[in-house]
């Protein structure tokens, strides 16, 4: 059975740092691009970063760029999403996938279930 878990979530300070991470079992991650995206309250779910399958290339959506990076651990089978600078706005859901293509943020294969993230302002 595939299993995408995140972890790291939690409560933070504008301005604050958190480090989320995606775990698979029964799955090997570096055969896939990973993605994280986000749904905010009342929002629909929108992309926030990926990472190819060797982790040479990376893309983020403009509201994160230069706060937030996305690396893969490879030995860990694990991706995870270092967030710095973290605004009120940036509250929301969090969730890794598995995708078929790091440009095609539509080409997700398998999904996570999820982390909350809460910034406090």
């Known amino acids: 059975q595939v299993q995408l878990v995140e972890s790291g979530g939690g409560l933070v300070q504008a301005g604050g740092s958190l480090r989320l991470s995606c775990t698979a079992s029964g799955l090997t991650l570096s055969n896939y691009a990973m993605g994280w995206f986000r749904q905010a309250p009342g929002k629909e779910r929108e992309f926030v970063a990926s990472i190819n399958r060797s982790g040479s290339s990376t893309y983020y959506v403009d509201l994160v760029k230069g706060r937030f990076t996305i690396s893969r651990a490879y030995v860990q089978n694990t991706v995870n999403l270092q967030m710095n600078s973290l605004k009120s706005d940036d509250t929301a859901v969090y969730y890794c996938?598995?995708?078929?293509?790091?440009?095609?943020?539509?080409?997700?294969?398998?999904w996570g279930q999820g982390t909350q993230v809460t910034v406090s302002s």
């Open positions: 996938a598995a995708l078929r293509s790091y440009t095609d943020y539509e080409s997700v294969v398998y």
